[in-house]
């Protein structure tokens, strides 16, 4: 089966790997990006997430990228706990939770992909611009952007794993569908910072209240990574078109909203004062899509259900579709189109609710718990954000107990599948 991946982000990639795992091995990917760079900040990978990558074979590659992270802690906008849980292997977990820079995990990813699938499977600078299907195969067009020359592609089937403005999205959907925001706007840094280790090394915190918050964990044993949320005093102030990971700002100028947030465990003034560079980028999420598998062609990742950068499960659905999806397509090899549908009644709803979970930690949530913690009940707002940590793990498929005993989504390969 001749398999095309529409985009090399995390989503991509793992379902590559995922894919030969389960013995597919006929897989081409085309990447838009002219060269696949190490871009981007940090990003968190809970347990649900590293587990898969763990029975890719990827788990020492991990541990050498990322740092385990050993405990969440949330404080109001003075610096005052309100709540703090162990994470990963510390919380009781099979496997680690760990924060890691993005583009190295990408790397890590291609690496695997090239070793595995061979140095050709990835290509850069193709930019997929429509897609079509019949009953038998996928027609994909691509543009080379080297030499702006189209070329058709067929497959088997194509999986759109090209994220959060996807063209194969657009061309399954007629039109674009469109992005939403809360007027909310991220800001977003990784700060060489050896000197400021915080807590116990291993913390993220999250501080803050509804007007602002600030996030911050290491991403190694010298770099703290760290996010400011915000909202814009009118929605669309940003400047930033909506799903632009790359737009830099003025790190003095962002600094300036944390002038007053200077704790005795963490300085965030000096912290954002001093990151060389700082991505701004508006909220942004699409609602959930009411179908992802049409006939040979799927969606996959932020392409298919882009939320709201809250709850570290971006890159973690992603790399979790992936698997879902090589478990569906080894099961049902004889008929991709019965496996993508198969996929899409595995996945689509349960996703909904984490985007649509994501969208309420981002408004009402923070605003509940600061309501409380600016009235000092702290121990309510501790309740609170414990019954919402929870909710959101069972939602999200991380809570220990289901995670810790659930079934393998490894597949033996079979010859059906290549
Ligand atoms: C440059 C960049 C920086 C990011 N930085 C952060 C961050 O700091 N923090 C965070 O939480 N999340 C970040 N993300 C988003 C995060 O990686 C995703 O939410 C998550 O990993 C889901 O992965 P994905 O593979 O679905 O999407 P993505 O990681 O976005 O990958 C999509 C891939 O498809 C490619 N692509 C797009 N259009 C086409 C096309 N028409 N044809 C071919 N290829 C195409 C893109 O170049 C990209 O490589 C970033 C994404 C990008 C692209």
């Known amino acids: 089966m001749k398999i095309a991946i529409a985009g090399a982000g995390i989503g991509g990639l793992t379902a590559a790997l995922s894919l030969h795992a389960a013995g597919f091995s006929n897989i081409k990917l085309f990447e838009a990006a002219r060269e696949i760079q190490q871009v981007g900040v940090g990003i968190n990978l809970p347990p649900h997430a590293v587990r898969e990558l763990v029975e890719l074979g990827l788990g020492d590659g991990l541990a050498a990228i990322g740092l385990p992270t050993a405990e969440l802690c949330y404080y109001d906008r003075s610096g005052e706990l309100i709540w703090a849980e162990a994470r990963g292997t510390t919380a009781g ?37 429509a897609c079509t299907a019949d009953e038998d195969a996928v027609s994909l067009t691509v543009t080379d952007l080297a030499s702006e020359t189209r070329t058709v592609h067929r497959a ?34 990784a700060t060489p910072a050896a000197s400021m280790r915080f807590l116990s090394g291993r913390s993220m915190v999250i501080v803050g209240d509804e007007a602002q918050r600030v996030v911050a964990y290491p991403i190694d044993e010298s770099t703290i990574n760290w996010l400011m ?105 004889a008929d991709p189109v019965v496996a993508l549908a198969a996929y899409d009644a595995a996945r689509r709803e349960s996703v909904a609710k984490v985007q649509l979970a994501n969208r309420r930690q981002a408004g009402d949530v923070m605003a509940r718990v600061s309501a409380l913690a600016r009235a000092r009940a702290h121990g309510q707002a501790r309740d609170e954000l414990k019954t919402v940590e929870d909710n959101y793990k069972r939602l999200a498929g991380f809570d220990i107990e289901t995670l810790n005993n659930r079934p393998s989504w490894s597949v033996q390969p079979t010859a059906a599948s290549t």
């Open 156 to 189: 088997n089937l194509l999986i759109g794993s090209d994220g959060i403005r996807s063209a194969v999205r657009t061309a399954l959907y007629g039109s674009p569908v469109p992005l939403a925001t809360n007027g909310w706007v991220m800001y977003r840094g």
């Open 93 to 129: 977990y099979r496997w680690p939770q760990y924060s890691v820079h993005r583009g190295r995990l990408q790397h890590l990813l291609l690496a695997a992909v090239r070793e595995r699938l061979g140095s050709s499977a990835v290509t850069s600078g193709q930019r997929v611009e």
């Open 229 to 333: 949320v915000r909202p814009l005093p009118t929605a669309g102030d940003a400047g930033t078109p909506l799903g632009n990971w790359n737009h830099e700002v003025d790190a003095q100028d962002i600094a300036r909203h944390v002038q007053e947030w200077r704790f005795d465990w963490l300085d965030f003034h000096a912290l954002v004062r001093s990151t060389k560079t700082v991505y701004e980028y508006p909220m942004a999420d699409i609602d959930p899509l009411g179908q992802w598998s049409f006939g040979r062609i799927t969606l996959l990742g932020d392409a298919a259900h882009a939320m709201y950068p809250f709850g570290s499960n971006g890159a973690s659905q992603a790399i979790i579709d992936a698997r879902v999806l090589a478990y569906q397509l080894a099961h049902h090899a």
